[in-house]
C-alpha cells in the first residue's frame, strides 16, 4: 500500500451490504456477520468519503431459489450469463431485511448505490450486474469525484466484496480489502478462494488497525 495516509484526498470507504438479512437473525445471515458493524464506524470516521451499497432485489428475483420450483438454497443453476448459485430470499425492496444494519454510524456516507434490481440478473459487484456487461454507474460516479483508491469493507468477502474488488481493479482503480472489516459465507471454500483471486490481482488486503 502506498505510503499516503489512507481516508483523505482520493480515497473512499466502500462499505458493501451491511444489512440487517447478512447479519444474525436475517434470511442470508453471514456468519458474525453483525461484527463488521462498529470496526466500520471506526474506520468510517477517518474517510472523509464514504459510499455506501445496498442489495435491493424485487420480490420474486432471478437469484432467490424460490424461484425455481424444485431447487433449493445453495444449489447453481445455469442462467444466460452463466452460473448462479440459488439464494433464500433476501434483500427484497423496502423490507427490513434490505435495511442497512441499524447501529450503522456512516451519516456522512456521500453515496447509497443500490444493485440487483433488475429480475432477472444478480449483482454482486459495486461496478457490474453479474452478466458482467450492466454498469451500476459507480466507476463513473468514482471517476467523476476524482476519487482513485477504493478500501473495501463489509458482506460477504468471498461474494460482493470480492466481485467488487475484482471489477475495481480491472476499472483501473488502486483496491485495498479491509479484511478484518469483512466476514465470509464459505460456500466450497469460496475464502480461500477470494484470497488467492485477491492476491494475483494485486489487491492489498490489510486490517483495520493499519489505518485507525
Ligand atoms: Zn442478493
Redesign the pocket.
Known amino acids: 500500500m502506498s505510503k499516503d495516509r489512507p481516508g483523505a484526498g482520493r480515497d473512499v470507504l466502500l462499505v458493501v451490504d451491511v444489512q440487517n438479512d447478512f447479519c444474525p437473525g436475517g434470511n442470508l445471515a453471514v456468519p458474525r456477520g453483525d461484527e463488521v458493524v462498529p470496526i466500520i464506524n471506526r474506520l468510517a470516521s477517518a474517510f472523509a468519503h464514504v459510499v455506501l451499497t445496498q ?1 435491493w ?1 424485487p420480490a420474486g428475483h432471478r ?1 432467490f431459489a424460490s424461484s425455481h420450483p424444485g431447487r433449493r438454497p445453495y444449489e447453481t443453476i445455469q442462467v444466460a450469463y452463466g452460473a448462479q448459485i440459488l ?1 433464500p430470499d ?2 427484497v425492496q423496502g423490507t427490513s431485511g434490505a435495511a442497512l444494519h441499524r447501529d450503522l454510524q456512516v451519516a456522512h456516507a456521500q453515496l447509497v448505490l443500490r444493485k ?1 434490481y433488475h429480475c432477472d440478473v ?1 449483482s454482486y459487484s459495486a461496478f457490474f450486474e453479474n452478466d458482467r456487461r450492466t454498469h451500476t454507474g459507480l466507476a463513473g460516479y468514482l471517476r467523476e469525484r476524482g476519487l482513485g483508491r477504493i478500501f473495501i469493507v463489509g458482506l460477504a468477502l468471498d461474494f460482493c466484496v470480492r466481485y467488487s474488488a475484482e471489477d475495481g481493479r480491472r476499472e483501473g482503480f488502486d483496491v485495498v480489502v479491509i479484511e478484518d472489516a469483512c466476514r465470509g459465507i464459505d460456500l466450497d471454500n469460496s475464502v480461500a478462494a477470494t484470497r488467492r483471486a485477491l492476491q494475483e490481482l494485486e489487491v492489498d488486503r490489510i486490517a483495520a488497525g493499519a489505518i485507525v
Open positions: 442489495d432485489h437469484s439464494w433476501h434483500c440487483g444478480d
